[in-house]
Nanobody, 128 residues
Framework: QVQLVESGGGSVQAGGSLRLSCTAS????????MGWFRQAPGKEREGVAT?????????YADSVRGRFTISRDNANKDTVYLQMNSLKPEDTAMYYC????????????????????WGQGTQVTVSS
């Protein structure tokens, strides 16, 4: 059974930075998509960034493009990161890591319904 464990959330002031980590275990397929999603109270879960771990193809939501960076750990291919810079109060949400496998290539989807495996979530709070 695939398990995803996130870490790195916390509270920061606007303009600050955080880095989230997600480590996968128990998976069967090396070719996969990893994504970061977030959900604020009263809002739907939205895709923030995705990465096709085989070739590094990435996707970013318009709201975070230029501020957030998703990456894979080349030494430990089980881990992906979300570097979040220039954080804004509207980035406040529970952030979830998700995995879709197997995946044959191209840009990974950003729809949460297309990911089967989910982490427990890590809270990010940005104060003004």
């Amino acid at each position: 059974q695939v398990q995803l464990v996130e870490s790195g959330g916390g509270s920061v002031q606007a303009g600050g930075s955080l880095r989230l980590s997600c480590t996968a275990s128990g998976y069967r397929y090396y070719s996969n998509c990893m994504g970061w999603f977030r959900q604020a109270p009263g809002k739907e879960r939205e895709g923030v960034a995705t990465i096709y771990t085989s070739d590094g193809t990435t996707y970013y939501a318009d709201s975070v493009r230029g501020r957030f960076t998703i990456s894979r750990d080349n030494a430990n291919k089980d881990t992906v990161y979300l570097q979040m810079n220039s954080l804004k109060p509207e980035d406040t949400a529970m952030y979830y890591c998700a995995r879709r496998e197997p995946y044959t290539g191209g840009r990974c989807p950003d729809g949460s319904g297309l990911y089967r495996y989910w982490g427990q979530g890590t809270q990010v709070t940005v104060s003004s």
